[in-house]
Nanobody, 123 residues
Framework: QVQLVESGGGLVQAGDSLRLSCAAS????????IGWFRQAPGKERQFVAG????????RYADSVTGRFTISRDNAKNTVYLQMNSLKPEDTAVYYC????????????????WGQGTQVTVSS
């Protein structure tokens, strides 16, 4: 089993930055792809970014490309999502997830999920 805990969310203004962290416990995540997803009220959960277990490959949703950066530190069992130039439409609960998959953007492909952290961007 893998337990994931997100942190770093908060209330910011448009144009600000936040860095989310996803800390894993229970088992090393070094062999898992880690994805970040988000869900806004009344909307489906959507893929934001994913990183391959080695950190050598990453994938981003078009809406965040150039603004968000995903990274991982396997020694710390932690994955990060650096979010710059935040927009009001980035407001959502952000979840990290772990799965034995290759950078898929499909939520069902990820077996383990955190509880989420709220990000609110005011205009």
């Amino acid at each position: 089993q893998v337990q994931l805990v997100e942190s770093g969310g908060g209330l910011v203004q448009a144009g600000d930055s936040l860095r989310l962290s996803c800390a894993a416990s229970g088992r090393t995540i070094s062999s898992y792809t880690i994805g970040w997803f988000r869900q806004a009220p009344g909307k489906e959960r959507q893929f934001v970014a994913g990183i391959w277990w080695s950190g050598g490959s990453a994938r981003y949703a078009d809406s965040v490309t150039g603004r968000f950066t995903i990274s991982r530190d396997n020694a710390k069992n932690t994955v990060y999502l650096q979010m710059n130039s935040l927009k009001p439409e980035d407001t959502a609960v952000y979840y990290c997830a772990a799965g034995r998959t290759y950078l898929t953007g499909i939520a069902a492909d990820y077996a383990y999920w955190g509880q989420g952290t709220q990000v609110t961007v005011s205009s």
